[in-house]
């Protein structure tokens, strides 16, 4: 089995980022990932992005290198970066889901207050997203 990076960060959505914004950076994601080998998982809250990516280590780092430029967030924040040798959304070039249903309740228990991803410590963001793993997994297996 091939050791990967898995890499987890959060970020803070400009003032009017609308769904439709969002859905178009998932697609545009899932194509470009699925060429460089990487699979992942970006949240959205409709303040916060929460993103999950997986794959090997000089892909991912030159993918959050663009992502860290992007003028649609400020305030990224690398919570996780840590090799693994089994990826959580291994069948997705990149996942997409709103915080805004029962993941969010998930969370915000998580972090025993009102959902800021800033303030999840890094053992309950992996947690998060092990939880959205599942989830995903049990809706598509």
């Given at each position: 089995?091939?050791?990967?990076?898995?890499?987890?960060?959060?970020?803070?959505?400009?003032?009017?980022?609308?769904?439709?914004?969002?859905?178009?950076?998932?697609?545009?994601?899932q194509s470009r990932?699925?060429?460089?080998?990487?699979?992942?998982?970006?949240?959205?809250?409709?303040?916060?992005?929460?993103?999950?990516?997986?794959?090997?280590?000089?892909?991912?780092?030159?993918?959050?290198?663009?992502?860290?430029?992007?003028?649609?967030?400020?305030?990224?924040?690398?919570?996780?970066?840590?090799?693994?040798?089994?990826?959580?959304?291994?069948?997705?070039?990149?996942?997409?889901?709103r915080l805004m249903?029962?993941?969010?309740?998930?969370?915000?228990?998580?972090?025993g207050r009102s959902?800021?991803?800033?303030?999840?410590?890094?053992?309950?963001?992996?947690?998060?997203?092990?939880?959205?793993?599942?989830?995903?997994?049990?809706?598509?297996?």
């Open positions: 089995m091939r050791i990967v990076i898995r890499l987890v960060y959060v970020s803070t959505c400009i003032h009017g980022l609308h769904l439709q914004d969002v859905q178009s950076i998932v697609a545009t994601a990932n699925q060429v460089a080998g990487i699979s992942g998982m970006l949240c959205w809250s409709g303040e916060f992005f929460l993103q999950c990516l997986e794959g090997e280590r000089d892909r991912v780092t030159h993918c959050f290198g663009k992502i860290m430029a992007d003028p649609r967030h400020h305030s990224v924040e690398l919570i996780v970066s840590s090799p693994t040798a089994v990826r959580w959304f291994s069948t997705w070039g990149m996942g997409f889901s249903s029962s993941h969010r309740l998930d969370l915000d228990s998580l972090a959902f800021n991803p800033y303030l999840l410590e890094a053992s309950e963001m992996q947690s998060a997203f092990g939880q959205l793993s599942q989830h995903a997994q049990r809706l598509h297996p």
